[in-house]
């Protein structure tokens, strides 16, 4: 008998997309990617993947594909796009497999819902609107009376994400997410106030904490990610705090298994709860998880996924890990140098440059906008940020 399938359920296009097809293969299992469109996935080519074309859109379309593998077997369904991972999900139950529960998976994709469903079980959630013309939002920001964040209810990696510091500003960013001018189209619209404190993540299994990741930000009014560092100088009080505070959300929207990525801003000293995404972190987050903890964090989910024990972490001390993303801005690559001096710099782990002369490229003011990145690994947090700040400043892309 042939070695049992592992179903993806589309992919992210950059992180962890291709880090879960080769965990499924360490397992002993055969990757499926299930797609509209492979031709958006290069490591397809590149690995020698299966593909199965299927309507991911449409559940029981998954449903059938699924069955129709034969009878070598699925040994688990996953998906590394949170656009996807509910599907993927209730397929998963629907076949009798170890899968995260999709009712509340499909809760914390909805923002507006998560919001309202957390301040009734007393979670602290900005003050919110969710609101469906650009007039309610234009009121909402009114009424706030102080700069608001004004986003889809439904999206992912920064999209559609800005701050606007009055009313008009607001109605006419909320017209174009309505409209889909440039950005994803929107239905619901979530205006809520803007918190300025510090911005973290926390990364879950299980509901179990993994660690805090100290999150960076790129320049109002966006909220572009610019980079990472793991684990977060969160000892005491504070990672305390936003422990608890991540755990009562999950026990609130009832993600206790499987992977969650749960993101937090200081309100003064206390935490304030952004979103809950359930999945893994993207920003290749699991990667500096691995770095410092030794812990494969995808392997972890494909191993559950299949009902299977999960991978044994690396026996060696915790280390600290952080990430810069390459944001070279709009315009026509002129040229890249600097990547061999990155590169040689003292605990630099990992380089790399997605872009060459020639190509033409724009800004989304989104997760889309990074280009590459420099990782670092080191025993104190200090020498590891300074390692990757170093790199990425050796790194110029020149644009005409």
Not at 71 to 100: H, K, M, N, T
Not at 284 to 290: E, M
Not at 322 to 337: C, H, K, N, Q, Y
Request: aromatic share 4%.
């Amino acid at each position: 008998m042939r070695r049992p399938w592992f179903a993806l359920v589309e992919s992210n296009t950059t992180g962890t997309g291709r880090d879960f097809a080769e965990a499924a293969r360490r397992q002993g299992m055969r990757p499926v990617l299930l797609t509209r469109a492979p031709e958006r996935y290069p490591y397809v080519a590149e690995l020698g993947l299966d593909v199965r074309p299927v309507d991911t859109t449409d559940e029981e379309a998954v449903l059938a594909a699924c069955r129709d593998l034969g009878s070598d077997g699925l040994a688990g369904i996953s998906s590394s796009s949170e656009v996807f991972v509910r599907v993927a999900a209730a397929v998963g139950r629907s076949l009798g497999l170890p899968a995260p529960d999709p009712g509340a998976i499909a809760l914390c994709r909805d923002k507006a819902e998560t919001r309202r469903h957390l301040a009734r079980h007393g979670v602290a959630v900005p003050e919110f609107f969710a609101c469906t013309t650009p007039a309610m939002v234009e009121k909402a920001v009114a009424e706030l009376a102080e700069p608001a964040v004004v986003k889809p209810s439904q999206g992912t990696g920064s999209q559609g994400v800005r701050v606007c510091d009055d009313p008009a500003a607001a109605g006419w960013w909320a017209r174009r997410l309505l409209h889909g001018d440039g950005v994803p189209a929107a239905t619901t619209v979530l205006v809520e106030r803007e918190i300025r404190g510090p911005e973290y993540s926390v990364e879950v299994i299980d509901g179990t904490v993994v660690g805090i990741t100290a999150k960076h930000v790129g320049s109002r009014p966006y909220f572009v990610e610019t980079g990472h560092d793991f684990p977060a100088r969160t000892s005491g009080p504070r990672g305390a705090a936003l422990r608890s505070t991540t755990l009562a959300a999950l026990r609130a929207v009832g993600l206790t298994t499987g992977p969650a990525h749960v993101e937090l801003r200081l309100d003064g000293e206390e935490p304030c709860l952004i979103e809950i995404n359930p999945r893994l972190a993207g920003g290749l987050i699991p990667r500096l998880v691995g770095r410092a903890l030794g812990r494969d964090l995808v392997s972890e989910v494909v191993a559950q996924a299949a009902g299977r024990p999960s991978p044994t972490p690396d026996a060696r001390p915790e280390r600290c890990s952080s990430i810069r993303f390459l944001l070279p801005g709009e315009g026509t690559v002129a040229s890249v140098s600097g990547l061999d001096l990155a590169r040689s710099g003292r605990h630099v782990d990992e380089v790399v440059c997605t872009v060459s002369p020639g190509m033409r490229l724009e800004v989304e003011h989104s997760f889309k906008d990074r280009r590459g990145h420099v990782i670092s690994v080191a025993d104190r947090p200090e020498d590891a940020v300074a390692a990757a700040e170093h790199a990425r400043g050796c790194i110029e892309i020149a644009m005409s």
